[in-house]
């Protein structure tokens, strides 16, 4: 299977990895993220107030578009080889890993495809996650970010955004994810070709949009790409 024409826009959340039970508990988020308290907690160590470092957590990132986790600790003077090693800890407690979307892209890529990601994490948020699933970020030629976007793939505007950096025409461009309207009918407009949407262990559904497809598993859209040669 010879894929060297064809780009994968890929999605993270939901797609190549999951929140355990665990990161819903009580006390385990801040703002509703529950990867800030590593962050909280290094400042408490350097003398913050708890409710001091929280409210400047807040400001950081409460309506802030262009954030990104390497900012905070440069705001607040944690060194990175500190806090990185701490943030990879956290997210093998909080995070499961969909082995049926890593084994996708291992695919994808030995088969000449081109890779990016488009996620509603920031920039290091989408790195951490794409580690802790056992994939290297230099695999993706891009990694679009909502710092970089400046929004979630639920807006509109980011795909407009997304899609002509591409530079493909629009059979060749594939979305991959798990919902919808995010990844499948936002791309769709903005100029993507097809957005397989998973389905995993969900009830059977068909789009009216036949150029959005219904996987149950991820393992299954090589086929499509081989009934195509």
């Known amino acids: 299977m010879n894929l060297q024409e064809q780009h994968f826009l890929i999605d993270i959340d939901n797609t190549i990895t999951r929140y ?5 508990a009580s006390g385990a988020t801040l703002f509703g993220n529950c990867f800030l ?22 400001e950081s990132v409460n309506n802030v578009l262009r954030w990104d986790y390497s900012e905070l600790l440069r705001r607040f003077s944690i060194p990175w080889e500190e806090a990185s090693g701490l943030m990879m800890l956290r997210h093998e407690e909080m995070l499961d890993v969909y082995q049926d979307a890593v084994e996708l892209i291992r695919r994808l890529k030995a088969a000449g495809a081109h890779l990016c990601i488009v996620s509603n994490n920031p920039y290091w948020g989408c790195r951490w996650k794409l580690l802790r699933a056992g994939l290297e970020p230099v695999w ?3 990694i679009f970010s909502t710092d970089h976007t400046g929004g ?9 955004f997304v899609i002509p950096r591409i530079g493909a025409p629009p059979e ?12 499948g009918v936002l791309p769709l407009s903005a100029g993507a070709g097809r957005a397989f949407i998973l389905r995993r262990e969900k009830d059977e559904v068909s789009f009216p949009d036949s ?9 299954q859209i090589p086929d499509f790409f081989k009934e195509k040669e």
């Open 140 to 142: 993706f030629e891009h």
């Open 37 to 58: 308290p590593v962050i909280r907690d290094l400042m408490i160590r350097r003398g913050w107030e708890r409710e001091a470092a929280e409210k400047a957590l807040f």
């Open 211 to 219: 150029r959005m497809i219904p996987v149950e598993n991820a393992l």
């Open 20 to 24: 355990r039970k665990e990161a819903s």
């Open 172 to 183: 060749r461009i594939s979305t991959v994810g798990d919902d919808p309207k995010e990844d």
């Open 152 to 160: 979630c793939k639920s807006l509109a505007y980011v795909w407009d």
